[in-house]
């Protein structure tokens, strides 16, 4: 319900497009997974952003890019855990992506 009234206004009202409100939420998964042994607050809202960016967009570099210039002067700290987590949901969007095609072409 909340990430569709994001869409609806980021696409309504604000600049951004869709990719607003997927980095606003990335950003809060990050900050709920904060908690997690040896990952602190800012580094998983990176990362957050970082995985929901690249799963909009579908361009790993740009998302990179975004997320590091988001950050400000902490991106630079946390670009190892950005490029982790850019790779990560890259890859398994695209598996997911061609999974589903796949299933699709099998079925009569």
């Known amino acids: 319900m909340f990430k569709s009234a994001g869409y609806a206004l980021s696409l309504a009202a604000l600049r951004g497009g869709p990719i607003f409100p997927a980095v606003s ?4 998964f990050g900050v709920l997974a904060g908690p997690l042994p040896g990952l602190g607050a800012v580094p998983a809202m990176a990362a957050g952003m970082a995985a929901a960016s690249v799963a909009i967009m579908s361009l790993p570099v740009s998302a990179v890019v ?3 210039l988001l950050m400000g002067p902490l991106g630079f700290r946390t670009t190892p855990i950005i490029l982790i987590a850019v790779v ?3 890859v398994t969007e ?3 992506e061609h ?3 796949r299933r699709r072409d099998l079925q009569p």
């Open 99 to 101: 999974g589903l095609s």
């Open 88 to 90: 990560v949901a890259f």
């Open 66 to 68: 975004l997320v590091v």
């Open 94 to 96: 695209q598996l997911l």
């Open 25 to 28: 939420l990335g950003g809060v």
